[in-house]
């Protein structure tokens, strides 16, 4: 059947039908609640049983599996205009806490890559990229799983989106499942402040719905009059100019050196900061807002993740079962060994608070992170989610970088590259804290030796 624009009317219809269902079951089946299960992941799954890869009873067109890739680049150009980094406020102990997030998404880079050639090659012939799947999924997500499987696609892998969707589906899992598991062994320990019931955690948490009209927020603000534009359409306006001219930019490059791919996710980022960087200088800057970027960022990316997994292949997963099963064996190693081995030696105070809280993101989700932390520190007491949004600064440009420069690595052939670079940036980062002096054994042993006069601060 021939794709029209009432294709796209009828696919969005669709899906958005998904996403209604998916918000209504968060919001009434306790099992899904339990699981922290967003509503675009529910809208997922449900179209993956019932779409084109399943019973087949929703009409969805060809190019349900192309909304993702495009979307992503949405995504990255609201990230370029909403993203302000800074380090201040980054003293000792966020420093060591920047650190040990740095290493989690680094070393799920470079050992996952290291891991697929030296390991999983003895036995399958993975692609070079097969490695990327690890970190991609599980520290990066729905939406970095989108951006590394479109450009692998585009340079040949076939069916990398749905391993990507499928790595992502899995991190997710373990981390809802296996948060729960720790947060019950870390209370029955006695390393928690207070292990709380899933009975009390929030109301917003819990069903997804915010039922008091006190405690509902704005989602951005007008700048400019309905009179003349519509605010957010005006937002709205910014990201596809942004989004379009990444594309024609991608499209001229492609037909100056064929055998050259940019993503065009990438170039959407690059393009949204020079465009910053030219209005923030101009009084023009002051009618872009970050809120309602944000919001827009958001609908793509649950729509994104409806669209991901409801286009999973299931005969591409079929194919690679078993080595994905031994990179998520890998992934779920690593992220417990920083849980139980590195935290506790680590941090000085809050140990379990700032662990689970990686351990929430490093599988995928910041809301499961929140929402794992709120059932040890239900009244955010600890002031963890304060030290993690200092600490994760570094993590930021990490892994925009990865995300921006792997795949055309990768696909350049330079896969020993990426797995020497990475695991090396992860060690780095997981040992300096106590180069610096930043972990507490480091700090007791300096102390223990002071003099009295030293001591005292004399």
Not at 84 to 103: C, D, E, I, Q, T
Not at 131 to 140: M, S
């Amino acid at each position: 059947m021939t794709f029209t624009p009432w294709s796209l009317l009828s696919d969005a219809g669709l899906l958005a039908a998904l996403l209604v269902t998916g918000t209504v079951l968060r919001a009434r089946v306790r099992l899904v609640q339990r699981l922290m299960l967003p509503a675009s992941v529910i809208a997922g799954f449900l179209g993956l049983a019932l779409g084109p890869e399943g019973l087949g009873l929703l009409p969805f067109s060809d190019q349900l599996g192309t909304y993702a890739s495009v979307l992503i680049v949405v995504v990255f150009a609201c990230l370029a205009l909403t993203d302000g980094l800074s380090f201040k406020g980054m003293g000792r102990s966020a420093g060591a806490y920047g650190s040990y997030s740095v290493a989690a998404y680094a070393l799920q880079v470079g050992l996952g890559m290291i891991f697929a050639l030296v390991v999983l090659g003895l036995f399958w012939d993975v692609p070079n990229g097969f490695g990327t799947l690890l970190f991609a999924g599980w520290a990066g997500g729905f939406g970095t799983a989108a951006a590394l499987g479109s450009a692998f696609e585009a340079s040949g892998w076939e069916g990398a989106s749905s391993l990507g969707f499928t790595a992502a589906t899995a991190g997710m899992l373990a981390g809802v499942v296996g948060g729960i598991v720790l947060n019950n062994w870390g209370a029955r320990k006695g390393h928690t402040r207070g292990m709380g019931r899933f009975e009390t955690l929030p109301e917003e948490l819990r069903t997804g719905l915010v039922s008091s009209s006190d405690e509902r927020t704005a989602t951005g603000f007008a700048t400019t009059s309905p009179s003349s534009v519509e605010p957010l359409g005006l937002q709205i306006c910014v990201v596809l100019i942004i989004s379009a001219v990444a594309y024609g930019i991608s499209e001229w490059f492609t037909g100056l050196f064929p055998s050259l791919m940019v993503p065009v996710f990438a170039l959407a980022f690059i393009v949204g900061l020079a465009l910053r960087a030219v209005l923030v200088r101009t009084p023009a800057w002051g009618y872009v807002d970050g809120e309602s970027l944000k919001s827009v960022s958001g609908t793509a990316t649950d729509v994104l993740i409806t669209c991901g997994i409801a286009s999973i292949v299931p005969s591409f997963v079929a194919d690679w079962w078993l080595p994905l099963l031994g990179m998520f064996a890998l992934g779920l190693a690593l992220c417990l060994f920083l849980f139980l081995w590195v935290a506790p030696r680590l941090f000085e105070g809050n140990w379990f608070e700032k662990a689970v809280v990686t351990w929430g993101w490093s599988t995928g989700a910041a809301a499961t992170a929140i929402a794992l932390l709120r059932m040890v520190d239900p009244k955010l007491k600890s002031g963890t989610l304060e030290e993690f949004g200092v600490a994760y600064i570094p993590v930021a440009p990490v892994e925009t970088l990865t995300v921006t420069f792997v795949p055309v690595l990768v696909t350049a052939g330079a896969v020993w590259v990426v797995g020497g670079v990475w695991t090396a940036v992860g060690l780095l980062a997981l040992l300096l804290p106590w180069l610096l002096g930043w972990a507490p054994g480091r700090r007791a042993d300096a102390k223990a030796a002071a003099t009295p006069r030293e001591k005292a601060g004399v």
